[in-house]
């Protein structure tokens, strides 16, 4: 009853005329920057972070900070549906989440059912987005309870169990994710340290003697990023787009799918608790399992309906799941939610378990808008896809400047310094040739959020101990953190090696 009556008061803060219009904002834009492909959540999310604290300029910080984050988050779940859209249509994923959409979505689209797969894909959605909220409901409260037990130590070996766990899963290697977590790790060290009150890489700048802004630095490596990729790499203005007829699935199509939305909701809503796991993993296994439990088999890959329902509905699922690391743990298990992290953090809020007690109107409205904001995505979504159709074609010489124009503004507006423009534009060229050579960049973004956090919590612990580093193994739940965190490196390095030993063997 205690859970039912926190969510109430969330609903009177998301029911506000104000938060209503942030959720329609949010959904509007996450779905029409996902419909683009190559501007993915984390991009959208990056790039309309300045503008929150405009937009939020009358309230006060408490409700400044629970609008802003209901907005950002519109665009985090908005843009997970905007994926499907293109895959659809274009047979171009908008990001990595929505590539398994492709391979049902387009071929429904080339046999005249292009608005029936974005009917199925928007209800899948929605079945994902209301499973994991209710996910979400009830074991954030128990989670949070739990984490308020932990001490310095623990805190610190959850973080690296965290590192380690979106290192060892992002990208398509290991040593470059844990090389990008070393350079965020170092990154979130610039600056004077509060305690001993040492310079630490500023090389003499005034303008990084409080650290690296981490609004700088998302938009430099997510928005600018993109932008120098389209410039340098992608053509997209010469492709066709599948036509609209109708959007009304059969009464067979929903049969057909039904049990997989719900199947894939579930294994959305799982997969993205684990840190590192996220969207793109979620989406990938919740097709295979679809597929391996299908009495038709052989229709995936040719336009099957359930093809579209199990990645739609497991990687909406994912997005919400993803949040329940964040907002008990303080752990952001993904790059969007590192950046939903620093947002809520520039308004002063620390997510984390104390978050429910300290600021329950930020908590509790945000999953109350996100009751909201699905049910506007499923709503305004299909009459407006024909729009996001026509997006999807808008010539990058128009598009690339309005980014450019939206990166500029909106870290200028906040920051006020022509040398943070000069370091964003410095990050999104870095982040161009990091993502051309298969650096990913969410383990950087992850270290930076979290680095001073990994720092504090060290020191704490240290403290208590008089210096001996035996407390992070002497301390049970600290040393389950650690020991997880490098089996979680170790495993598939392992497994990898094996692999090649045998097909070694094999070959002789």
């Known amino acids: 009853m205690e859970v039912i009556q926190f969510l109430l008061n969330g609903f009177s803060i998301a029911l506000q005329w104000h938060n209503i219009l942030f959720v329609l904002l949010g959904v509007v834009i996450g779905s029409g920057i996902g419909a683009l492909p190559g501007l993915g959540p984390m991009s959208g999310v990056a790039l309309l972070m300045p503008f929150t604290a405009a937009l939020t300029g009358g309230l006060n910080p408490e409700d400044a900070a629970a609008s802003a984050i209901i907005l950002l988050a519109g665009i985090y779940y908005g843009a997970m549906y905007g994926g499907s859209i293109s895959s659809i249509l274009l047979n171009t994923p908008g990001d990595a989440a929505a590539v398994m959409t492709t391979l049902d979505g387009y071929p429904m689209a080339k046999q005249g059912r292009a608005g029936a797969a974005l009917t199925i894909s928007a209800i899948a959605s929605f079945s994902g987005g209301i499973v994991s909220l209710f996910g979400l409901i009830f074991l954030a409260k128990p989670l949070s309870d739990v ?14 169990l965290g590192l380690a766990a979106v290192s060892g899963l992002a990208g398509k290697s290991m040593t470059k994710a844990l090389i990008m977590t070393v350079i965020g790790l170092l990154m979130a060290t610039v600056g004077i340290d509060k305690v001993s009150g040492v310079e630490r890489f500023t090389f003499g700048l005034p303008e990084i003697y409080n650290g690296i802004e981490f609004l700088t630095v998302a938009v430099g490596l997510f928005a600018l990023g993109e932008v120098f990729k389209t410039i340098f790499e992608t053509d997209i203005t010469g492709a066709a787009i599948s036509k609209i007829a109708s959007f009304y699935p059969t009464k067979q199509d929903m049969k057909d799918s039904a049990g997989t939305m719900i199947r894939g909701s579930l294994i959305g809503f799982f997969t993205g608790v684990l840190p590192g796991a996220g969207a793109t993993i979620a989406s990938f296994f919740s097709y295979i399992v679809a597929k391996k439990l299908s009495k038709h088999p052989e229709k995936f890959g040719k336009g099957a309906v359930e093809g579209v329902a199990a990645p739609e509905s497991a990687n909406n699922g994912a997005a919400g799941g993803a949040m329940i690391p964040m907002l008990t743990l303080g752990i952001p298990g993904s790059g969007t939610t590192a950046i939903l992290m620093g947002a809520l953090i520039m308004y002063n809020i620390q997510p984390g378990p104390l978050l429910f007690e300290e600021h329950p109107r930020v908590a509790w409205g945000l999953i109350a808008s996100m009751f909201v904001g699905n049910f506007a995505l499923v709503l305004l979504n299909v009459p407006i896809v024909r729009v996001f159709a026509k997006l999807i074609v808008t010539p990058a010489k128009y598009l690339i400047p309005f980014i450019i124009a939206i990166s500029v503004f909106g870290v200028y ?13 410095g990050c999104g060229v870095a982040a161009y040739f990091l993502a051309k050579n298969d650096f990913p960049l969410a383990p950087l973004v992850l270290a930076i959020v979290l680095g001073p956090m990994i720092e504090n919590n060290m020191r704490r612990a240290l403290t208590i101990s008089n210096g001996d580093f035996m407390i992070f193994l002497n301390k049970p739940v600290s040393a389950v953190f650690l020991i997880g965190g490098a089996l979680w490196l170790l495993v598939p390095a392992i497994l990898k090696r094996c692999k090649k030993t045998s097909a070694g063997c094999e070959s002789r």
């Open 413 to 425: 507006t906040v920051q006020l310094s022509i040398f943070d423009l000069l370091l964003m534009t």
């Open 147 to 160: 984490a308020l037990r932990f001490g310095p130590a623990d805190y610190f070996s959850l973080m690296i």
